[in-house]
């Protein structure tokens, strides 16, 4: 029988990170992955979207298994089909048990398809994590003129934006009164309903898919509630993901609220040596510490290195999920990093707001520079910061992790107009009305 | 008499920033900036060297009067010429007085001339932050060919970028073994010396300017230590910035060891009600403590934040400079926060670091991928992080605004590690190695 030090049941990016932070901190284990997909066949998570308009095949969009390789950690092409937790070993689907010391579990999760009628015709897709799935998807789109996408969340508007480059007609259809409302205030969803519209895209709100319509066994159409019909030749679903938790649930494991894998604040199961982490795994909110239902690869990374260094002692702690990320539609970047205004009211708290909007290189005038508009949101008695939204170019992504560590620290306002920053023409806006100081100010003084 | 609650002694970054600070927390105050610059003439200063190959014009690179207008400052183009400390009053070279309540210094700093022969020639520039001035010194790059620059600093660096754009054959002369020594460490200094070559800008090294040749009163070239003589026609000075003090000490108020004017941790000077911030005032290491050289836009910035808020309250203390500043030349990105390796030996630290190179985007095949080197310094025993040097592309200047904010909140390794960043292929690198998190973790376990 096989055995392990380590054993990591899934490759994606929680999975291959845990075994890289298990490596150092546990130089002469014994670390072995288990996963489903073959050599060179793991995809880049944040990558799919990309795949269609930019990349122009799947394989482009690759983790290379040399991070594996390269930090000696063995590798089975095999599934995971059940835990015995007191012999403690996993068995696979192809009859082979492999024994561990201490077990992480990062099986990720698995697109949302909404119950529909029409929901199996030929030419329905969802963001599924496999390279001869999504090659079949690209070929698709070569042979199809109108697309529907159901699900106006980043996935959503990502895929949308990728399609139109291969120059389909595509309809956005957001249940909701606006495209990425869970994760902006409204002014800024609109913001990117406009460039979407700009764009050409389609983008129908407050607009419930009620049934992928047929012909011949493929997609004609969908039908909203309400009746209105959609010409469509694919649908791609991008409504979420939900934990994939058969293994845990199978062996008996607690499950969280959100349906993830229970874990506590260092990432263990209900069972001590069995870990859980990435979009498999429960979350918790850093600032209420409830439940959260934030999925992102970034996470599953910071995961990873909290499991992988707590295998034989307690030496990081999970402050629960800020929430990170950004995307760009077009040439509009968009970032969001803890609580929006909205999300504020809803966890509770009373708040104070900063806004801006600068040019993104000074002076003004220097070629590409684009309008960056900034909102932060400050608990209203301690002036602690609670988040931020981030409209601009390119740089919107490291500006967003510039607020998480604003965050993380959890600075108040006085300290945050005092963040030394730097700036350089070509590179960030001016010294004088830079953004995060400049809102932080404003939050305090208006 | 003419007379303000607040009245600021300059009017580039800090006292901008600082009169639009006190207008915020005393919303009914007096505010006046004296300043010599007439409208429209104050040069936004990080932008002086894009003027030449970039923005074509200084009138290109000013900073909105609006900023004053907007905020009710009041604003009085004058030169201050000597301070009454025992009644309060600010005497202007065209023979006003001016009452204050309080007096914040920010007059700046100006350009080094190293005193060898042949300073006085026609065609020798620094660089002045005068309109005419660098109008002037546009007009001349038209008419000559070969142009040398003195210092290979940031200030050098970029305006041999820019000299370079528009075709001239420019040579870079630098004293020490590298450009940029003072802030990078050496293989970061060669990354930048590498591609002032590959863009054909001559660099010479361990170079000392002896003499400015000339022949008819103009330039004709320089002769360096040891003898060798270079071929110019026309010479500029990047050699660095010295604080103007005069006015100071003429009041009597009391000079630091830097030769800056001496300022607590509130930003008063050795008089209670006068302040005084940006390049004029003297700085203090946020590592040692001590005196320390760098002058910034974005220093002058939060120390006019600081002295702002702290008119008739100390509200915000300056904790010292961490020094964060980012360049681009070419297309490389270069940037850097805190100590480097070298700045923390000599400031007395052990220390380990940490290093990595990974691509700025994700999958490295998203066209437009750079490779990001990034070297983190942490304090050897407590793991605090000392400081951070990153190259790149154009994320970098926000990049280094990351490791500013973990450097400011004096993050350990492992909190580093855990820092919760998000990420997107087209704005960031992958969430697998994201630079910042893994050189931190390579840091604590090699």
């Known amino acids: 029988m096989e055995s392990a030090d380590v054993v990591i049941v899934g490759g994606s990016a929680a999975g291959i990170v845990a075994g890289m932070t298990a490596r150092r901190h546990y130089k002469d284990a014994k670390i072995t992955v288990v996963r489903k997909e073959k050599e060179g066949q793991v995809l880049v998570p944040c990558g799919l979207p990309y795949i269609f308009g930019t990349l122009g095949a799947a394989e482009k969009n690759i983790m290379p298994d040399a991070l594996l390789s390269n930090n000696k950690i063995d590798l089975v092409v095999d599934e995971a089909a059940s835990i015995d937790r007191k012999a ?235 929430g990170s990320f950004a995307t760009i539609i077009g040439d509009l970047g968009l970032g969001e990093a803890g609580l929006t205004e909205a999300g504020a009211r809803q966890a509770g708290f009373d708040f104070i707001i900063g806004e801006v909007t600068t040019p993104d290189k000074h002076p003004g005038s220097i070629p590409g520079a684009k309008d960056l508009k900034m909102r932060l949101v400050f608990e209203k008695a301690t002036h602690e910061i609670l988040g931020g939204q981030v409209s601009g170019g390119p740089t919107v992504g490291e500006v967003v992790n510039i607020l998480a560590c604003l965050i993380q620290n959890r600075m108040k306002a006085d300290e945050v107009v005092t963040f030394q920053y730097g700036t350089h023409p070509f590179l960030t806006p001016s010294p004088v009305p830079y953004p995060i100081v400049n809102a932080a100010e404003i939050a305090l003084t208006k």
Chains 1, 2 share one sequence.
């Open 88 to 322: 403690k070993k996993v068995a696979t689907a192809s009859g082979k048990f492999i024994e561990y010391e201490k077990l992480i579990l990062a099986t990720g999760a698995v697109p949302i398809i909404i119950p529909i009628p029409g929901k199996d015709l030929e030419n329905v897709f969802c963001a599924t994590k496999d390279v001869a799935y999504l090659n079949g998807l690209l070929k698709k789109l070569a042979e199809v003129k109108d697309v529907v996408i159901i699900g106006g969340g980043f996935i959503g508007l990502e895929f949308a934006d990728e399609f139109k480059k291969k120059g389909l007609n595509v309809t956005v259809v957001e249940m909701l009164p606006h495209c990425l409302q869970l994760v902006f205030d409204e002014d800024f969803c609109a913001l990117a309903e406009n460039k979407l519209k700009e764009r050409g895209i389609n983008v129908k709100t407050n607009a419930q898919a009620e049934e992928i319509l047929g012909k011949d066994g493929k997609v004609r159409g969908i039908r909203l509630k309400g009746g209105e019909e959609l010409k469509a030749d694919l649908v791609f679903f991008g409504v979420g993901v939900r934990p994939d938790t058969e293994l845990a649930q199978k062996a008996d494991l607690k499950i969280g609220e959100t349906r993830g894998i229970w874990v506590d604040e260092y990432g263990r199961t209900s069972e001590k040596d069995i870990f859980a982490i990435g979009d498999c795994a429960e979350k918790r909110s850093f600032f209420t510490k409830k439940p959260s239902a934030l999925r992102l690869a970034s996470i599953a990374g910071s995961e990873g290195r909290i499991a992988g260094a707590n295998l034989s002692g307690l030496r990081r702690k999970n402050e629960g999920v800020i």
